[in-house]
């Protein structure tokens, strides 16, 4: 879904960071009972962080769109050339 519209390096910072990695190929030796808790806790944390790193990005890009809107309005009621008629 999104990598039509993200680079895959940007992919890769916002999603795949090195605790998710890390994670996953973790799966199957934090199974057991005592390591449930400390598992849970990580995968929180890193679910959380995500979110932060989305929201932060979300903020840039509104931030851009706004500065990129602003800069196109402002320029387009610059006359294009002035012209002095006498």
Same mark, same amino acid.
């Given at each position: 879904m999104l990598r039509s519209h993200i680079s895959d390096r940007d992919l890769d910072q916002l999603v795949f960071t090195d605790r998710y990695r890390a994670l996953l190929g973790s799966? %199957?030796?934090?199974a057991g009972s005592a390591?449930?808790?400390p598992a849970? %806790?990580?995968?929180?944390?890193?679910?959380?962080?995500?979110?932060e /790193?989305?929201? /932060? /990005?979300a903020d840039a890009l509104d931030t851009?769109? %706004?500065?990129?809107s602003r800069a196109r309005s402002s320029s387009s009621l610059t006359p /294009?050339?002035?012209?002095?008629?006498?």
């Amino acid at each position: 879904m999104l990598r039509s519209h993200i680079s895959d390096r940007d992919l890769d910072q916002l999603v795949f960071t090195d605790r998710y990695r890390a994670l996953l190929g973790s799966c %199957g030796t934090l199974a057991g009972s005592a390591q449930q808790r400390p598992a849970n %806790g990580l995968v929180q944390l890193e679910v959380t962080e995500r979110v932060e /790193a989305f929201e /932060a /990005a979300a903020d840039a890009l509104d931030t851009r769109i %706004g500065r990129w809107s602003r800069a196109r309005s402002s320029s387009s009621l610059t006359p /294009a050339s002035t012209s002095r008629t006498t």
